[in-house]
């Protein structure tokens, strides 16, 4: 398998997230406060939750149902209630355009 486009980067906003699906497997495309991308599990841990919904701080996502905090890079848990990390998945940026690998597990 290989990385798959799934959107410009232009469409997502600084402090912000969407879910896209990609070979049956959710994952929440975030870009950080600083502009960087990242692409998650987006299923909270804790609960069946989108993590796309929830608030994107800094270099975090946070769960807007619990609370529960995700670290971009490595999908630790930083709050509780989760204590099980998210999986993270290869990103690249190609012509301004966002690819996911979904094969490509960078943690958990």
Not at 22 to 27: E, R, V
Not at 71 to 76: E, I, R
Request: hydrophobic share 45%.
């Amino acid at each position: 398998m290989s990385a798959q486009k799934v959107f410009p980067v232009a469409e997502l906003e600084p402090g912000s997230a969407r879910k896209v699906v990609l070979d049956g497997i959710a994952i929440a495309v975030v870009r950080d406060s600083a502009g960087d991308v990242h692409a998650l599990g987006d299923t909270c841990t804790h609960g069946e939750i989108s993590l796309s919904e929830g608030f994107v701080e800094e270099d975090a996502i946070e769960c807007w149902a619990h609370g529960s905090a995700f670290g971009l890079a490595d999908g630790q848990p930083r709050s509780l209630p989760a204590y099980i990390p998210v999986p993270v998945f290869a990103v690249e940026i190609i012509d301004g355009d966002i690819y996911v690998d979904p094969s490509l597990r960078l943690a958990v």
